[in-house]
């Protein structure tokens, strides 16, 4: 296709896009009713403000401006059969406008949309799904949770908590749940890190080379003990000695 005629196509896409986002539920912002949205997010196929297009970002959602972007011909016939309404009835179909986070709620929108394509908190599979949504790439991993047996509440992490009532996932700065207005007091605390597993110790092995011990003296007669004393020789009588003389008698 030529620059020029896809210049044409581009221009068109985008007044389409724009009278779309002028028509029904379109006309406010899929996660925080700001009115006049100029963003789009394809995984879902609904429209968005600027605020909540940049937290749509942080989740590693695809988000494109209406009148910034270049749109292929399959994301437009998805735009077309998606939209706000759309999307409301397959991942919010049982939540009241009343609910959503007030426009600028930064956190509380975060939490919101985290909720919403992430927890699935308000999630009903349908038939139209295939057509209106596309799958988000899933980057947010719950710790595991720790449940308060007096309440039933589940505190998640050091900044956020689920409610007790309506498993509503909250920041940790609400002090109440923002759809059934339960107190933060009801949450568990954070659950404690795991100790370490101790090491293990391996059992001391025989060394073959070591030098045996020395056996044990004993009473025994030694063979190079002093000699027993010598016997003095018995005098032998002398041969040649002089015979002693006797006297004769008179």
């Not at 899929?30 to 942080?58: A, K, L």
């Not at 059969?81 to 009241?96: E, H, K, V, Y």
């Not at 047996?149 to 002090?175: E, K, M, Y």
């Not at 002398?238 to 006297?247: E, G, I, N, V």
């Amino acid at each position: 296709m030529s620059t020029t005629k896809q210049k044409k196509k581009n221009e068109a896409n985008k007044a389409t896009l724009r009278t779309m986002a002028s028509q029904g539920d379109n006309k406010r912002c899929m996660d925080c009713n700001r009115s006049n949205p100029n963003y789009v997010v394809t995984n879902f196929n609904t429209f968005v403000c600027e605020q909540c297009s940049g937290i749509h970002r942080d989740q590693q959602h695809h988000v494109k401006g209406i009148g910034l972007s270049e749109f292929t011909d399959e994301e437009m016939e998805n735009l077309k059969r998606g939209g706000n309404a759309a999307a409301t009835a397959i991942w919010r179909p049982n939540l009241d406008r009343a609910a959503y986070p007030a426009p600028g709620e930064t956190l509380k929108i975060k939490t919101f949309i985290i909720n919403t394509y992430e927890v699935k908190r308000w999630y009903k599979q349908g038939p139209q799904e295939t057509h209106h949504a596309q799958p988000a790439p899933h980057v947010h991993h719950p710790p595991a949770q720790t449940s308060n047996p007096s309440s039933g509440a589940v505190h998640l992490t050091n900044w956020q908590w689920q409610c007790g009532r309506c498993t509503l996932v909250n920041n940790s700065s609400d002090r109440q749940c923002s759809v059934c207005e339960a107190p933060k007091s009801a949450a568990a605390p954070a659950p404690a890190p795991a100790p370490a597993p101790a090491a293990q110790r391996t059992p001391p092995t025989a060394n073959l080379f070591a030098a045996a011990p020395a056996p044990a003296a004993t009473a025994s007669h030694s063979l190079f003990s002093a000699a027993a004393p010598k016997q003095q020789p018995q005098q032998q009588p002398d041969l040649f000695a002089a015979a002693p003389t006797t006297t004769p008698a008179p």
